[in-house]
């Protein structure tokens, strides 16, 4: 039945759709100028494309119309041409043919465009939070090695310190064992004398025995030789 339409038929059939393309593309592209620029109080929460599934419903279907008015178009073309009439309105069939594919594509392009830069501001925001955890990790391992080093020092004042007091301790020792040592040499005067005497004692009968040997030495040698 398709087949036997006559040109006027297809004619009208090329009117009505380019009608309903034209309400509908006009549709299409408010609801992608809504998702472009949201005017809701929650913008900064709603997705910029909450209408994409609407979108993508009415873009199908705009599609298979204008598929479906090529295929018209085509059928015109194969009609008998019957004067400069008929060829001024097959040419401006196809300008509004063009026109219609060409304003659908645009509303695709923007779409698809705006899509682009909400993915590019998702990233951006997460690039910006993943920054801002870094930063923090960062901070806290410089205040976890900070407060490291800051144990360490103390461990070594600790160290130092307790060094200090065991020299010291020691020092003061030694010092209450001189004093001591002292103490008693005064204490006791007699003890000192008498060391004193028998240190005397040893010097002279070391000097007499060597007196005694060089007498001895002397004598055998002036026997030897006499």
Same mark, same amino acid.
């Given at each position: 039945?398709?087949?036997?339409?006559?040109?006027?038929?297809?004619?009208?059939?090329?009117?009505?759709?380019?009608?309903?393309?034209?309400?509908?593309?006009?549709?299409?592209?408010?609801?992608?100028?809504?998702?472009?620029? !949201?005017?809701?109080?929650?913008?900064?929460?709603? !997705?910029?494309?909450?209408?994409?599934?609407?979108?993508?419903?009415?873009?199908?279907?705009?599609?298979?119309?204008?598929?479906?008015?090529?295929? =018209?178009?085509?059928?015109?073309? $194969?009609? !008998?041409?019957?004067?400069?009439?008929?060829?001024?309105?097959?040419?401006?069939?196809?300008?509004?043919?063009?026109?219609?594919?060409?304003?659908?594509?645009?509303?695709?392009?923007?779409? $698809?465009?705006?899509?682009?830069?909400?993915?590019?501001?998702?990233?951006?925001?997460?690039?910006?939070?993943?920054?801002?955890?870094?930063?923090?990790?960062?901070?806290?391992?410089?205040?976890?090695?900070?407060?490291?080093?800051?144990?360490? %020092?103390?461990?070594? =004042?600790? %160290?130092?310190? $307790?060094?200090?007091?065991?020299?010291?301790?020691?020092?003061?020792?030694?010092?209450?064992?001189?004093?001591?040592?002292?103490?008693?040499?005064?204490?006791?005067?007699? %003890?000192?004398?008498? =060391?004193?005497?028998?240190?005397?004692?040893?010097?002279?009968?070391?000097? %007499?025995?060597?007196?005694?040997?060089?007498?001895?030495?002397?004598?055998?040698?002036?026997?030897?030789?006499?």
């Amino acid at each position: 039945m398709a087949a036997a339409l006559s040109y006027e038929d297809l004619r009208k059939q090329a009117r009505q759709l380019e009608n309903v393309l034209d309400f509908k593309l006009v549709a299409f592209s408010k609801l992608g100028a809504g998702i472009n620029t !949201p005017h809701n109080a929650q913008s900064d929460t709603v !997705p910029l494309l909450s209408g994409e599934d609407t979108f993508h419903t009415m873009s199908m279907e705009i599609e298979q119309l204008l598929n479906k008015l090529v295929q =018209i178009n085509d059928r015109l073309s $194969e009609q !008998p041409v019957s004067g400069a009439a008929m060829l001024h309105t097959l040419q401006r069939h196809r300008d509004i043919l063009a026109d219609l594919s060409r304003d659908f594509r645009k509303t695709n392009s923007q779409r $698809e465009s705006q899509r682009e830069r909400e993915d590019l501001l998702k990233g951006s925001e997460t690039f910006r939070t993943d920054g801002v955890n870094n930063r923090k990790d960062i901070y806290l391992k410089e205040n976890q090695h900070v407060h490291n080093s800051d144990r360490l %020092i103390n461990e070594q =004042i600790s %160290i130092a310190v $307790e060094t200090r007091e065991h020299l010291t301790n020691q020092r003061q020792m030694l010092k209450r064992i001189q004093t001591r040592f002292n103490d008693i040499s005064n204490r006791y005067p007699l %003890i000192n004398s008498l =060391i004193q005497r028998i240190n005397i004692r040893k010097k002279r009968d070391s000097i %007499i025995i060597g007196l005694i040997v060089a007498l001895c030495t002397i004598l055998m040698l002036l026997y030897m030789f006499s």
